[in-house]
């Protein structure tokens, strides 16, 4: 087994992952930088409508629009790190040090929308593709970056921890503390351990154990689940945030209808064309995520029509075409023109609002493990999310982790033994089973812990998922290593822990929702 030396592991090569290996690097410390597929391929890339900017003239009114969507349950001192840094995050990182595009009006000022949630104009965006223009300007530089070793389709399977990974028998008396994570090539099949002073959890969200998702391939909470595997502190799981917005036609794949067309002044409307919303919250259609979420599933629920709609008749057909290309594109290859019609719409998993609990340095409780990003929870987004905090959420998190490593890398010793040997069987495992594995994880999540939960439903998920559990551990412990099979193992994990959080706590809130029977 190949053993690599490194001053630090990121585990993630989305916003969060790619920002942290940045600035450490440009203070002079090594990476090694994973990721499950190409440089573009995280949840990140596919980010739409924007990233929170302008906090002026009201600081004050991001804040309370950050507590008021997380019904009032964020981290008080989560938010006010936001709000007083991310500005700077912003301005330090995207708009002097990259240059990135986003769009400006004719004398060259930025131009600001509104999303669900937001009582002001505060978000900066590039058309609705702004994360893609955001991640190739940050790929581009961590590309010609030299301390920063790029390792696209290295998927990490377990962290190295003295007390589970050490050949030295003795550091089982150790403090937890984390000293790497074993790798899989995906290209060559080879394992190997990646040995680091300070690991970084960047694995983004957990989406993909839902059966509708917004999330790319792969996102079903990797640092969750690995993290949970070594005694790790994870909090608020069950707040999954939910978009009420995603595509939905037969036969064409389920993608985000950026919530800036509401912004902009699309309207919710049911299979009548009749809107829904204005009776059911003061903001209408741009009201918190998980309130329409639930709108539409009990408008569908009454009417029996598989989708509602996105009524775009209040912009012009040139606005359209100007301010949401992408979408346009997207809705047209699948014969819907957005100019002329509505676009048929459902909610669909989104957002993991809860994960590895850390501080406001990115320090979970296992010392040198680090989670930043979607992974990580600060306890900013409470049970709900506001939207256009995560990619800010991303660049803070990533620049104050950094900061607090590079002391800690410049002046501590660490100790970091010889892992032990990774030995992986070489029997190849069915991809017929693993693919009908994750299926019946997907089905049984959407399906009894979804955007409604019931204390019936979550039993009956629990008793699905820990049968299946039991059943993929066999299986994975007598083949041999693959991505999907990593991605199985813990994405069942991630889903029992998303049902356990769920299960312990009775009362809604936020995207929580649990009642009594539906
Ligand atoms: C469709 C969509 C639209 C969105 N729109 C917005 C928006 O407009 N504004 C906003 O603020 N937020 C938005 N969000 C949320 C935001 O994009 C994400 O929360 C944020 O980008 C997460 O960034 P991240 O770096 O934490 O994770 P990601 O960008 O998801 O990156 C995760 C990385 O981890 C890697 N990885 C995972 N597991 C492993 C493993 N085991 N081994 C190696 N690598 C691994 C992946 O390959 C990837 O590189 C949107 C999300 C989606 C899905």
Same mark, same amino acid.
């Given at each position: ?45 596919? *980010? ?80 609705? *593709? ?17 301390? @920063? $070793? ?53 694995? /983004?969200?957990? /989406? ?47 993608? %985000?209808?950026?919530?800036? %067309?509401? /912004?902009?002044? /699309?309207?919710? &409307? ?65 014969? &819907? ?14 957002? *993991? ?18 989670? @930043? ?39 501590? $010793? ?105």
């Amino acid at each position: 087994m190949e053993i690599i030396h490194t001053d630090c592991l990121v585990i993630g090569a989305g916003l969060a992952g790619s920002a942290y290996a940045l600035q450490i690097a440009d203070r002079g410390f090594s990476v090694e930088l994973l990721s499950l597929a190409g440089p573009l391929a995280a949840n990140s890339d596919w *980010a739409q409508g924007g990233i929170i900017y302008d906090t002026a003239p009201d600081p004050a009114a991001l804040t309370r629009d950050i507590v008021e969507a997380s019904d009032g349950t964020a981290n008080p001192a989560a938010v006010a790190q936001l709000v007083r840094e991310g500005p700077a995050a912003v301005k330090e990182l995207l708009l002097d040090g990259l240059q990135v595009g986003f769009d400006r009006d004719a004398a060259g000022r930025l131009e600001f929308t509104r999303e669900g949630g937001h009582s002001e104009k505060r978000i900066i965006f590039a058309k609705d *593709a702004t994360g893609h223009v955001i991640l190739e300007a940050v790929a581009g530089r961590v590309d010609a970056a030299t301390r @920063i $070793k790029r390792r696209a389709g290295w998927v990490a399977i377990d962290l190295l921890t003295l007390s589970h990974s050490s050949t030295d028998l003795a550091d089982r008396y150790e403090p937890l503390t984390c000293f790497g994570a074993y790798v899989l090539d995906t290209a060559t099949g080879k394992t190997a351990a990646i040995v680091a002073k300070k690991t970084v959890l960047a694995t /983004g969200g957990l /989406g993909q154990i839902f059966l509708h998702s917004t999330n790319q391939p792969g996102s079903v909470g990797h640092g969750v689940a690995m993290a949970y595997r070594v005694g790790a502190r994870l909090i608020d799981l069950e707040y999954v945030q939910f978009h009420p917005t995603v595509f939905a036609r037969k036969n064409a794949p389920s993608f %985000l209808v950026t919530e800036a %067309l509401r /912004g902009e002044g /699309g309207v919710l &409307v049911n299979a009548r064309g009749e809107p829904f919303m204005e009776a059911l919250h003061p903001r209408g259609s741009l009201a918190p995520r998980d309130v329409v979420a639930r709108a539409i599933k009990r408008e569908l629920a009454a009417s029996g029509e598989p989708c509602v709609f996105l009524d775009l008749s209040a912009m012009k057909p040139e606005f359209i075409r100007e301010r949401f290309p992408n979408v346009r594109e997207r809705c047209l290859a699948y014969g &819907v023109d957005i100019t002329r019609e509505a676009i048929p719409v459902v909610p669909a998993a989104h957002f *993991a609002c809860g994960g590895v609990h850390t501080d406001l340095r990115g320090r979970t409780n296992i010392r040198h493990l680090n989670a @930043i990003g979607e992974t990580a929870c600060t306890g900013l987004h409470g049970a709900n999310r506001l939207a256009s905090t995560s990619l800010l959420e991303c660049l803070t998190g990533a620049k104050f982790t950094a900061q607090a490593d590079a002391a800690e890398l410049a002046g501590e $010793k660490f100790r970091l033994p010889e892992p032990r040997l990774w030995e992986s069987p070489s029997r190849e495992a069915d991809p017929v089973l693993v693919r009908q594995d994750m299926r019946q994880v997907q089905m049984t999540m959407w399906n009894y812990a979804g955007v409604i939960r019931s204390p019936k439903r979550l039993t009956r998920a629990r008793r699905i998922l820990l049968e299946l559990r039991e059943e993929i551990q066999s299986f994975y412990r007598g083949c041999r290593l693959t991505r999907e099979l990593i991605e199985l193992r813990n994405g069942i994990q991630t889903a029992l822990l998303v049902v356990h959080a769920a299960a312990l706590n009775p009362t809604s809130r936020g995207s929580h929702y649990v009642v009594e029977e539906e």
